[in-house]
């Protein structure tokens, strides 16, 4: 073997069951798992790294279902303002002074700080993702759902329209889009760490005629469409105000056959219930950002009632500018509380199913569950472990039951995670990276946000957000 850890407590999650094995072991060779079991039952003789687990908790890498990561140097720069704010004059002003390695950077912090945090897998989403997925994610060893931004919405000082005002579309930037949406499937159909999705941003920046031709694509290659979905009051103004008073989000796609198992919605907020269950019912996979949606919009995102209803969910953290950062054992935490005071049921979202969430049920919701999700042999071997011998995680006891399972989402902040192994690769050890100099992206970060955020700053202002009405109150 390649690597072992043994003498834990380890969480297979396999079957729709927590798996727990007492003084546990896990075999890898290569890149996947070859051996769970009892620690006495591995032959450790000739296995070149071994991990002690006494006192740690193994378990499956976590899956950010949606996260756009090469925002990451502007945050703190979009928090406390009126959704209708967010995008256009919140956001946008800031955003359009980055540059390329900007953005690179951007992805290195937060890619760095989800894997220290224990994510293994990420949906990113974004415009040229094939520059992040060469410059952050192989070099790093993370695996990546690679998906590109497909985006029709003219260029024009967006900050100036109101939020009724329609965009205008250009095509020919869709078109140039789907392109290399399409040449990422073939770029990277031989990448064990890389696969692919389809990426239109959202009904009112894309259009039906190119919706139409992204489903058909998808279909030819058994992909998927990973597209955020009636994600509140500004989308709502741009699709009444294209398709009529009546219509929404959900009607739309449903009429023009584009509401079926193919696609991933992302966000749903803006949906009516008889509406998540239509989706439900045509098998739609729905991925929930709670941290983000909750600062952004101010508004529970319906993952619970989706998955009360049996439709697959998934969890993201967005873009650190609106949850702050990407960190999914905050995640757990954040929607596990907010479902269970939006619906006064402490009973609701326990903290099992947050650990499913997490890890399996991402994977179904990215069509990667036959590789990873679980612990078990023949699966790749993404894994995490948790040092319990820590003040959050304490006490630690497994009689009459197993009081990590709740610890592991109401108590721990991430920072106990001190393995990561992705692909069989030990990426992370001891809490440190094992090729990656964090401190210097750091320091590079702090340099540079430096000069994005004055160079912003007319446009900032001008833009006249609630944030520019707070800085002006002393209050920012």
Same mark, same amino acid.
């Given at each position: ?14 079957k729709n069951r927590l798996g727990i094995i007492k003084n546990g072991a896990i075999g890898i060779e290569g890149d996947k798992i070859s051996f ?157 760490l890389v696969t692919c999705m389809y990426g239109p941003q959202a009904l009112d920046m894309v259009s039906l005629d190119t919706l139409k031709a ?79 949606? &909750? ?7 319906? +993952?619970?009632?989706?998955?009360? %209803? $049996?439709?697959?969910?998934? @969890? !993201? /953290? ?32 326990? &903290? ?7 890890? +399996?049920?991402?994977?179904?919701? %990215? $069509?990667?569950?036959?590789? @990873? !999700? /679980? ?48 692909? $069989? ?26 000069r994005i955020f004055t160079n912003a700053s007319e446009d900032w202002k001008a833009a006249g957000s609630q944030m520019v009405k707070d800085v ?5």
């Open positions: 073997m390649d690597l072992a850890i043994v003498n834990a407590w380890i969480l297979t999650l396999a769970i079991g009892d620690t006495e039952d591995l032959d450790t003789n000739e296995t070149d790294v071994i991990i002690d687990g006494k006192s740690h908790i193994v378990m499956p890498g976590l899956v950010n279902s949606h996260i756009h990561t090469s925002l990451t140097l502007l945050r703190g720069g979009a928090q406390d303002l009126p959704e209708i704010e967010w995008m256009n004059k919140g956001i946008g002003p800031l955003a359009k002074h980055l540059d390329s390695e900007d953005l690179i950077l951007g992805s290195k912090l937060g890619v760095l700080e989800a894997v220290k945090t224990g994510t293994t897998t990420f949906s990113e989403y974004t415009s040229n993702v094939d520059r992040l997925v060469e410059q952050v994610y192989l070099p790093l060893g993370a695996r990546v759902v690679a998906t590109e931004t497909i985006n029709e919405v003219a260029q024009v000082n967006r900050a100036a329209l109101k939020p009724s005002d329609l965009y205008e579309f250009d095509k020919e930037k869709g078109q140039q889009a789907l392109t290399k949406n399409d040449q990422l499937f073939e770029k990277y159909k031989n990448k064990s992204i489903k058909e694509k998808a279909v030819s290659r058994n992909s998927k469409i990973h597209m955020h979905v009636a994600q509140g009051e500004r989308e709502r103004l741009q699709i009444t105000g294209r398709f009529g008073k009546s219509a929404s989000t959900v009607k739309v796609l449903a009429d023009h056959d584009l509401l079926d198992d193919y696609l991933v919605a992302v966000h749903c907020h803006d949906t009516e219930k008889q509406e998540r269950e239509l989706m439900v019912s045509k098998e739609v996979k729905m991925v929930g950002c709670p941290s983000s949606i &909750s600062i952004i919009d101010g508004i529970i995102p319906p +993952i619970y009632h989706y998955f009360s %209803l $049996g439709g697959k969910v998934g @969890i !993201g /953290t967005d873009q650190a500018p609106g949850p702050g950062n990407h960190n999914l054992f905050r995640e757990m935490r954040t929607i596990s509380l907010l479902t269970k005071t939006q619906f006064r049921d402490p009973t609701a979202f326990p &903290s099992w199913q947050m650990l499913f969430l997490t890890t +399996i049920f991402g994977a179904e919701i %990215l $069509g990667i569950e036959k590789e @990873i !999700g /679980t612990l078990e042999i023949g699966k790749k071997a993404d894994i995490i472990t948790f040092d319990m011998n820590n003040l959050f995680l304490t006490p630690m006891v497994s009689n009459p039951f197993h009081n990590f399972v709740p610890n592991l989402v109401h108590s721990a902040t991430g920072t106990e995670v001190d393995n990561v192994i992705i692909n $069989g690769k030990l990426i992370i050890h001891n809490r440190n990276f094992t090729t990656i100099d964090e401190q210097k992206i750091i320091n590079e970060a702090n340099k540079r946000a430096e002006e109150k002393g209050l920012l």
